[in-house]
């Protein structure tokens, strides 16, 4: 988007009336729980001067829906950005659990193209690492740079579970086993110290309210990535280092043990972790990614 | 100790009256030498709302005491937390050097029951974590979170020296064995450049001058943690990522390469070292150390 | 320099008159690209009280030369220190780029000797830790310390080219192979992803303006380094954390990969990436460098 390209579709207004039937624009609500639960003082050190406009599209990871963005949403927005999130398949609002890591694809590419969205910022968190890989093979050149967010990067022919601890890859079939969909809900303890484990216990609650069961067939589906590691497409990652998802080191975890699989890649690090951020300091998560995409 | 529960023992007192016999209950002083050095404005971002009270046993590690936690304790209970310091055999006033890694576990354990202690948030600190790994098997109803901060946490028949990198347990024989009592003794600029290494010099000399000879035997005694591995006690990891005591990774350091044992746990990180901050940041260790206890 | 030597050389003016012919002096001027770029504030944190005077020798890396401290030699004189940034063969105004490691090496130890400077805290920062190597043999005498800013240690025996991942090195052969001079002249999207991270893509632009190419000689050359590893010199490592050079873990990297291997060193950790700190937050820099050299 900079330089400005006349044949771009922009969406400066939230509240744009018309959107692809299936999934939700998101919009950043001013009455939402963001209005009443932000620290602001913590995230003044975000503000930022006048950034040339760019076009993000964030693809958000399990247990989320597209309101995991409304806050980062809201800041880059503010700054003069176009954002789009998109909520794929078996997520939000769609009761179908029976999803496939292909139909997840398909969510974002059409909302993609439907929109005729081209030189786009393509932000993936968590499982939607794996989604931008996917997406990223099947529309290049709609895409600016991938960003990854504490994110999959899958080797080809890999299953998101296969990047698992052994313990964690276990207890999430037993989940799943035991669930009457084939769905995978976090226990409370698990989601409060590996997901939000810098929030207070009160944030943590909260965050948790949202939580919903996670389709399990995609996360061990093994996908086949070669003509995403063939792609010239730019990358970033953007690794925030009390992210507990996993161990970082010893063979897991998201950066250096994925990301330095992106090959040449820009590095952004904050000191965040896997979700909490998002609502107690959105503007700083803007900020790392807005750092993670521009040129 | 949240919610409240009215059987429980408090300490609201800097001053009370009876200690168990032979520990050291180290009330902060403020005339210490916290009072003349502290940095305040560098520790004001640390500043907290009102927290919930817990109730805090810190367990201090090798070549410290008790005093080690005056600052600490003293910002936890300015935010109306109970704090806990027991000092362990062979440590501070205790004239006796020749102690087992049982004696230091019986110090604590006797100490947390002679004071009907409960729902206490235990935090070990360097060698302390292979104390409170085997305080845990003991009392394990006593404890509500088990919190490690910098702190070893041992595999099942391993000693604290079988974690050493090669170079420094050698070391550590050498000087155990050029010793009367079987102690060793850190030389200054390996206490300055490994646990101290963001302090001044000044700091760093008057910081040494509190060192005293380790007992070197606990050091080297392999562990029976079978029952603590079993143990389903929440767990907390904080590491400060200045920590020079080991290097962080190739096999080696607290985190990940020894947290990861913990299973399930919650990590909170800063960007301290091993000793320094307790003195010149003590209400930044205090909110860590909170942060990895609460709810 | 502390306590205060007599016998000991300074230069405590910025303009001093004469220099050994070849090498640049490197004063800090106000009209430069500093003067209109940095960013006050955000180094504003890193004012600090009065330090102890010290001798500080500055050796840059690979695509720099002595401007590369301009910004950070001014912080440290400010804050009373003495300061050199000696240009090595090949580099700045050096016609010739045909040039050995062991010429560069010659530069340094030729710079330090005509001055007779002592107690000198040798810094060197990427490719200038192989150099600061090799000098600290020739001329153990004069060094207090040396510093190792996100620089190599090489083992015995090593090149430069040995501890990057295959595809870099594969890279530079290429880009070797295909120069007129056997230089490497780095692609502005690896140098913005890898070196100026997180820099805004003007100060990138700008930065990548100064880089020219680097001969490709030293950086495949093996070197003999059992006279370093016999010294007995006090060390340290400067680490930033969002330095992208490498992929940090994995068996690559700064930190701990090859900081490790100078046995007992003093650790110092900041935020910062490999080049851009150096202009946008020079104060943050100096201080890191004074943390790291300080006694």
């Known amino acids: 988007m900079f330089p400005y390209r006349p044949g771009t579709h922009q969406f400066p207004y939230a509240n744009y009336p018309f959107m692809p039937g299936g999934y939700d624009y998101s919009p950043y ?142 207890a999430f079939e037993q989940l799943a086993a035991s669930s009457k969909d084939d769905t995978i809900m976090l226990p409370f303890p698990l989601f409060r110290d590996l997901f939000v484990n810098t929030a207070t216990s009160e944030e943590a609650r909260r965050f948790y309210a949202g939580v919903t069961p996670e389709p399990a067939k995609p996360l061990f589906e093994k996908l086949d990535l070669k003509a995403f590691y063939a792609l010239p497409t730019p990358k970033s990652y953007v690794y925030f280092y009390q992210d507990n998802v996993f161990p970082q080191g010893e063979g897991y975890g998201w950066n250096p043990h994925m990301s330095s699989r992106l090959g040449l890649f820009r590095l952004i690090v904050s000191d965040g972790d896997h979700f909490t951020d998002t609502r107690t300091r959105p503007a700083m998560v803007a900020q790392k990614i807005y750092e993670a995409g521009r040129d």
Do not use: C
């Open 29 to 170: 609500s001013q009455g939402g729980w963001l209005g009443r639960h932000s620290a602001p003082e913590a995230d003044e050190g975000y503000r930022m001067p006048a950034q040339p406009r760019l076009t993000f599209v964030l693809v958000h990871g399990s247990w989320a829906d597209a309101h995991f963005w409304d806050g980062v949403a809201a800041a880059l927005r503010s700054k003069g950005h176009i954002v789009h999130t998109p909520e794929y398949a078996g997520h939000g609002k769609d009761p179908n659990k029976q999803v496939t890591h292909a139909m997840i694809t398909k969510s974002v590419v059409d909302y993609i193209t439907k929109l005729n969205l081209r030189d786009i910022i393509l932000v993936g968190h968590s499982f939607g690492g794996s989604v931008i890989q996917k997406v990223a093979e099947q529309i290049p050149d709609r895409i600016k740079r991938l960003v990854f967010w504490d994110a999959f990067v899958l080797k080809d022919g890999e299953s998101v579970a296969d990047e698992l601890p052994t313990q964690t890859r276990q």
